[in-house]
């Protein structure tokens, strides 16, 4: 059994304290008009500004979950791990074309999530709710990621009595965590994690900076550092390269590129967006949001220290995941440990609140009202997310305890392949509407059900499927991302079957939107003014 770092304890909990105040205070923290409505508990009345959204989307994206794995990734692969750094350069510049657009349109017309978006566009029940479901559906996993974030600080602190301690013993700070996030999430919804995000951004910006000159200072500098990476990947049978491999560059490019066109896909994301006060926020927001890929590219760096810090060295059992964790411990004060320990653990709090709410939204407007009680009210809707919140976040929590770690981060991959496959519906239908409903149907479904079939017959040393994201292109002969693939394939079915919907004049849902909805700066003003919406017929 692991001895107990008090001091970093002590540290660690004391913000944990901190947050959780601040959780329950964001309820009064820019206070509704109507507390009863989904736009005030799920959006934050959508009222925030420049500040409040870079941090609360930089909450948002970079979680726990980045803070663990991407230097845990370099750690165990060299170079290969990297390639976060440039799916977030590419993605910020690609969003910029369209999100802003897609502000537009969900203020004018009330939109919530991105299927209430494209149920306005397409006039389409069954293209929201697959759009939907895909959504919940790829959150799911990524929720129980940040739980794998928690439970990583928590093994290095030597909290919960180790491996062999009575299970409900093992898992009961964990318990805690999720039961005061849920709390806090129910009673604040968005303002909560928006407040936190503040704390959470803030220690991860000074740990990174103190991390990478104190901690090389400590290691003979950053020379030593990386002549000890290259003895490592120089070995025979290393199990990765300082530079990505000529076999894997296909692989190491698709999968950045797929990744950034999936971030914005995601529910908790559109969330942060949508939770925006001005349709110039958006925009100011995806110009200095690359601030964070600095950090990230600084954090990645973190693995290279580990190496040469020798963490986990000899021990061929070791955890990549615990890389980083251990590295604080071992290189810093007590008391800083505990500083950085926060860091992460917040950074687990956070995001899972914003998913966990981008969740509710999704099956409170597209399911619930959609389909089980169409005249629900605004105060129905907010109750019935509030309740759906606390279902997702022990959906997670039931998982994370229940099934293996690498299932988590299996289905985490599987979540990026399956949220992307909506790319076609959401991004296309904000620059046309040639797209026909069905045709977007079904080449959501052969991307699904390619992709998911393809990762399956994928094996690894630590699972039999699903064990990587990588397969061949067909007509390339290239390794490359299984999710861009199904994307290209979604794609090209959607075009196809569209011409030929179109040829035999098969008919198409109305269309609610207005061409100057999608550049409006405000929801009030345009709509008053605006001519009546044009159907597809």
Known sequence: MKDVNVPALAVFVLFFLLVTVMGFLASRWRKADDALHLDEWGLGGRSFGTWVTWFLLGGDLYTAYTFVAVPAAVYATGAAGFFAVPYTIIAYPLVFLFLPRLWSVSR????????DFVRGRYGSKPLALVVALT??????PYIALQLVGIQAVLDV??????????????????????????AYTYSSGLRAPALIAFVKDTLIYIVIIVAVIYIPLRLGGYGHIFDAVGQKFSAPKAAGSLTVPENKQWTYAT???????????????????????SRNTVRRNMAIMPAYSLMLGLLALLGFMAIAAGIGKGDKKFNAQLSVPQLFEDMFPDWFTGVAFAAIGIGALVPAAIMSIAAANLFTRNVYKEFLKPAATPADETRVAKIASLLVKVGALVFVLTM????????????????????????????????????????WAVGMIYGTWEAYDIASPATKHFGGNAAEIPGIGELGYIGLTAFVINLLVAVVLTLVLKAVKAPEGPDETRPGDYSAETGDDELKNAPEPVSAH
């Open 404 to 443: 293996d770690k690498q299932a988590a981060i299996n289905l985490q991959l599987l979540g990026g392949l399956w949220i992307l496959q909506t790319f076609v519906s959401i991004v296309g239908g904000l620059f046309t509407r040639w797209f026909h409903h069905w045709a977007l149907f079904a080449g």
């Open 157 to 182: 602190l030597g909290v919960g009595g180790g491996e062999n301690a009575n299970w409900f013993v093992k898992d009961l700070p964990l318990f805690i965590a999720f039961g005061v996030l849920a």
């Open 135 to 140: 959504g919940i559906l790829a959150t799911m």
């Open 108 to 115: 004018v017309h009330g939109y919530v999530t991105p299927a």
């Open 255 to 277: 999968l950045a590129l797929g990744s950034a066109m999936a971030l914005f896909m995601y529910p908790h994301s559109v969330t942060g967006v949508l939770a925006s006060k």
